[in-house]
């Protein structure tokens, strides 16, 4: 059975740091995009940061270029996001997503499975 499971999330003041981990068990990823998704009340969910296994390659969303970090630890299974500087617009809660295949895809619908999220609260 594939679970992925988030640690992390809590609350922080505007400018300050947190890092979410997903530890991913069930089946090899090698072949796969992992990555974080993030949905705010009232709003769609939306891709944030993404990496696909095999090669290292990272996708990450304009809002967050320069401040979020996206790695993978292959001997743990586990995807780690660090995000600096952060915004109040960044609160949501987020979630780690994988699929199988190595293209990206943006639509969360692409996605194959899901953690339970995590909330992120970045107080002004």
């Known amino acids: 059975q594939v679970q992925l499971v988030e640690s992390g999330g809590g609350l922080v003041q505007a400018g300050g740091s947190l890092r979410l981990s997903c530890v991913a068990s069930?089946?090899?990823?090698?072949?796969?995009?992992m990555g974080w998704f993030r949905q705010a009340p009232g709003k769609e969910r939306e891709p944030v940061a993404h990496?696909?296994?095999?090669?290292?390659?990272?996708y990450y969303t304009d809002s967050v270029k320069g401040r979020f970090t996206i790695s993978r630890d292959n001997a743990k299974n586990t995807i780690v996001l660090q995000m600096n500087s952060l915004k109040p617009e960044d609160t949501a809660v987020y979630y780690c997503?994988?699929?199988?295949?190595?293209?990206?895809?943006?639509?969360?619908?692409?996605?194959?499975?899901w953690g339970q999220g995590t909330q992120v609260t970045v107080s002004s």
């Open positions: 990496i696909r296994w095999i090669s290292g390659w990272t």
């Open positions: 997503a994988a699929k199988y295949g190595l293209k990206y895809k943006s639509d969360p619908n692409e996605y194959d499975y």
């Open positions: 069930g089946r090899a990823f090698t072949n796969s995009v």
